[in-house]
T-cell receptor
Framework: ETGVTQSPTHLIKTRGQQVTLRCSSQSGHNTVSWYQQALGQGPQFIFQYYREEENGRGNFPPRFSGLQFPNYSSELNVNALELDDSALYLC?????????????FGPGTRLTVL | RKEVEQDPGPFNVPEGATVAFNCTYSNSASQSFFWYRQDCRKEPKLLMSVYSSGNEDGRFTAQLNRASQYISLLIRDSKLSDSATYLCVVINAGNNRKLIWGLGTSLAVNP
């Protein structure tokens, strides 16, 4: 196990609703990255938080927002849900290193938007 | 052209076979390379990093070819438990160190 936890494991919402997903990083890791993985696709980078600040963002609209807390846990918020937001949402924790980050993933939250 | 490209497969091989996957990347300034393994409906797990000199971990060998901009993964003596999707990951210098993922190559090892 990686020590990264996510909640909830599954979630069903309807279009237009808002959702908050949570991630607890591995002990000692100060960086959390969030990914969206649609069925049959590779993970798509949403954004990364480093020491409570956003540290890079992928091609996702502003209705995808996040937070990182002093204990380095993180939240992903999605407003005005759309059907295409149905996916597995993964968070990964890491500590920046000279050779690039080794990221440790949580089990994911599977979101279904009806 | 996608930044990271993989043959999606599926690769169907018998137990004991040797199988190789390639992954090409478009940015010559790419800095770090990894192979992740993802089982069905599970999260990706790091399989191995890929170093310029190549590296081996048991039945798995990873190679990097900077001139041709590809990385490879070789699995020898395939086991049923190797059945999974193998994802190639690249980190570009100065790109906030975010990971750029391929779509994955699906492997099915058959008895």
């Amino acid at each position: 196990e990686t020590g990264v936890t996510q909640s909830p494991t599954h979630l069903i919402k309807t279009r237009g609703q808002q959702v908050t997903l949570r991630c607890s990083s591995q002990s000692g890791h100060n960086t959390v990255s969030w990914y969206q993985q649609a069925l049959g696709q590779g993970p798509q980078f949403i954004f990364q938080y480093y020491r409570e600040e956003e540290n890079g963002r992928g091609n996702f609209p502003p209705r995808f927002s996040g937070l990182q807390f002093p204990n380095y846990s993180s939240e992903l918020n999605v407003n005005a849900l759309e059907l295409d937001d149905s996916a597995l949402y993964l968070c990964a924790s890491s500590t920046p290193g000279a050779l690039g980050d080794t990221q440790y993933f949580g089990p994911g939250t599977r979101l279904t938007v009806l | 052209r996608k930044e990271v490209e993989q043959d999606p497969g599926p690769f169907n091989v018998p137990e004991g076979a040797t199988v190789a996957f390639n992954c090409t990347y478009s940015n010559s300034a790419s800095q770090s390379f990894f192979w992740y393994r993802q089982d069905c409906r599970k999260e990706p797990k790091l399989l191995m990093s890929v170093y310029s000199s190549g590296n081996e971990d048991g039945r798995f060998t990873a190679q990097l070819n900077r001139a041709s901009q590809y990385i490879s993964l070789l699995i020898r003596d395939s086991k049923l438990s190797d059945s999974a999707t193998y994802l190639c990951v690249v980190i570009n210098a100065g790109n906030n160190r975010k990971l750029i993922w391929g779509l994955g190559t699906s492997l099915a090892v058959n008895p």
